[in-house]
Every structure is written in structure tokens, then in C-alpha cells.
């Protein structure tokens, strides 16, 4: 894909996740009471997926820019990825005991 194409879904995923990383706010502060019946590990997980989705979206977008300034575009698109890790988890986390 051409540099423009690039820099389109850049800026688009870039507000996307800015409004993710607002709204993440508050399930981290609900996100105590997970243990309210008790710890778990699905528990665990799932409690580290919720904190750690706003930190893997901010270093995407500013890895995804970096990479992008660099020339690596491919990359760039790719590192926006990370935050699938957290969802993933997110729902791993659920579906563990």
C-alpha cells in the first residue's frame, strides 16, 4: 500500500483508539471487583487484559507513527495490532474457571 493509504488508517485507528483509551477508564476502576467471589486465574487474566489494554493502545499508536515516519509501512499497520492481545485475553480470562 502507498504512503497515503497508510496514513489514512493510521489517523483513523489513532482516534479510534484515543476514544478506546477515554473509555477504558472505567472498567480499570471497576475492574477491582472482579474479586469480589473470589481470585482465580481466570480472574487474573482477565483483570490484566482490562489494564493492560489502554497501555498496549498507546504504545501502538506511538510505535505505529515511529514506524510510519521510518518508512516502514507494513509495520506500522501491523504494530496496531497489540491491543488484540488484551481482548484476547479479555475473553480467555472469561472462559477460564
Not at 32 to 38: E, K
Request: aromatic residues 20%; hydrophobic residues 60%; charged residues 5%.
Amino acid at each position: 500500500m502507498s504512503a497515503d493509504t497508510t496514513k489514512t488508517i493510521l489517523w483513523i485507528l489513532s482516534i479510534l483508539y484515543g476514544i478506546l483509551i477515554v473509555g477504558s477508564f472505567f472498567p480499570i476502576m471497576m475492574s477491582p471487583f472482579l474479586f469480589d467471589a473470589g481470585a482465580t486465574k481466570g480472574r487474573w487474566v482477565t483483570f490484566f487484559s482490562i489494564l493492560s489494554f489502554p497501555v498496549l493502545a498507546l504504545i501502538s499508536i506511538i510505535a505505529a507513527w515511529w514506524l510510519f515516519r521510518h518508512g516502514h509501512y507494513s509495520a506500522a499497520k501491523w504494530v496496531f495490532t497489540l491491543p488484540a492481545l488484551s481482548i484476547i485475553g479479555f475473553f480467555v480470562g472469561f472462559s477460564m474457571p
